[in-house]
């Protein structure tokens, strides 16, 4: 079977977007950012570096995951 290269345009940015994100769905939701690191099980430090360094730092799926359920917000809008 023979394979090729496709080509894809992948957003070097999505960490940046994410982290935006988190930031502007939790100041939505009026929650604060120990509030949301008590919440997801995550210390206050984590919660703080995932917003301020924007992108610099990863998020495990998981992670994600609990941050959309404590925000209410569907975990796609974090891509958007």
Do not use: H, P, W
Request: hydrophobic residues 40%; contains cysteine.
């Amino acid at each position: 079977m023979t394979t090729f290269k496709r080509d894809f345009v992948f957003d070097d940015n999505i960490m940046r977007k994410i982290s935006l994100n988190i930031k502007k769905y939790r100041k939505l939701a009026g929650i604060t950012q120990e509030q949301l690191a008590v919440d997801i099980g995550k210390s206050y430090d984590y919660v703080r570096k995932l917003e301020y360094k924007q992108g610099e730092i990863g998020c495990k799926i998981d992670t994600l995951y609990r941050i959309s359920v404590v925000l209410d917000t569907r975990i796609d809008k974090f891509f958007l």
